[in-house]
């Protein structure tokens, strides 16, 4: 066995190690588990939000107003009496749609941004640190 094949192997083992160890400190953190539990619920009844709402959110019954929790409507009824649980369903894939597409905007400007700072050179970096620090110091309530 060579050198190098040694040293692959040692890396690969390493690498596999650190996973596994990843994974057991996971599982052993309850925090973090919980957490992964309700990030998954929230994943489901967004792709399937449509699917398994008991009523459809926006059919209004009067009549059905301000009620409180009930067997018929687990979270109650709002003031036009639309389930609030069909609509809590439906609301989170207009959250989750959200998410992406922010996240998708700053990638792609933090990717074009730090792909021109490292081509064109120091100026360019310079110029884009510049910028960003100005933006930053001015506070969020400026921006509405």
Do not use: E
């Amino acid at each position: 066995m060579t050198a190098t094949a040694h040293a692959t192997g040692i890396k690969r083992a390493k690498s596999r190690n650190l996973w596994r160890d990843a994974a057991r400190r996971f599982v052993r953190n309850k925090l973090a588990i919980v957490g992964m539990v309700v990030v998954v619920v929230f994943l489901v009844l967004a792709i399937l939000g449509s699917a398994i709402t008991p009523y459809d959110p926006f059919d209004q019954d009067l009549i059905a107003a301000l009620q409180g929790p009930s067997p018929a409507h687990w979270l109650g009824t709002d003031d036009l009496g639309r389930d609030v649980l069909s609509r809590l369903i439906i609301g989170a894939r207009t959250a989750l749609f959200v998410a992406i597409v922010t996240i998708s905007i700053s990638l792609v400007i933090g990717i074009v941004l730090g792909t021109m700072a490292g081509y064109l050179g120091p100026w360019a970096d310079t110029l884009i640190m510049w910028f960003s620090d100005v933006v930053q110091s001015i506070p969020p309530y400026c921006w509405l």
